[in-house]
């Protein structure tokens, strides 16, 4: 029997999943499309505090995804290697997009207008550097997403029901992972 998500585990995923998604689609859309500087200011303001509050989310969500990694004495297959590989790669990715969107602030960060974090970088090479790795890792990380999406959309249509185990609505007599009460 497949295991299920903890309700913590699945509650970072959810909040993960469309704050990347969002800031992904909307980020991509004023960079790439006419849109208004009203409009760019909105979804810029809106995405860079969304992703400030995701960073301590995704700090935890990172360490759990490191502590299942421990060694069970299992073999895995190469399917579950592949999945391991990608989802790590998804990690590392949004963690460099994280940092690097950070980095490449030119002003104060402002979240929601609530608290002003100051800027790391003065030096407008380095902030040109982490602006240049900051959009390459968020073209990288659409194609991961993607990615995930058609592996999610492969298991649910081989009957693999991993849309359920990473929901709220447990099967009966689902057994929660290791470690993920």
Known sequence: MHSNYSGRRVLLHWLSAVIILWALVSGF????MPVSASVEHWV?????????LLIPLFAWRAWLFVRELEPH???LSLNKRLALAV???IYLTVGVVLVTGVLM?????????LVRIPHP??????IELANVIHTGSCMVLSGLVALHLCAV???ECSGRRVVRRMSFA???????ERGQR
Request: neutral net charge; hydrophobic residues 50%.
């Open 44 to 52: 810029g303001s809106l995405n860079v505090s969304l992703t400030t």
């Open 121 to 126: 970088l003065d030096d407008p090479a380095l």
């Open 170 to 176: 447990k099967a009966p007599g689902a057994v929660i």
């Open 29 to 32: 859309y004023v960079a790439y």
């Open 87 to 89: 989802h790590t790669l």
């Open 153 to 155: 959309l492969w298991h």
């Open 105 to 113: 602030m030119k002003s104060a960060i402002s979240v929601f207008g």
């Open 73 to 75: 004495g299992q073999v």
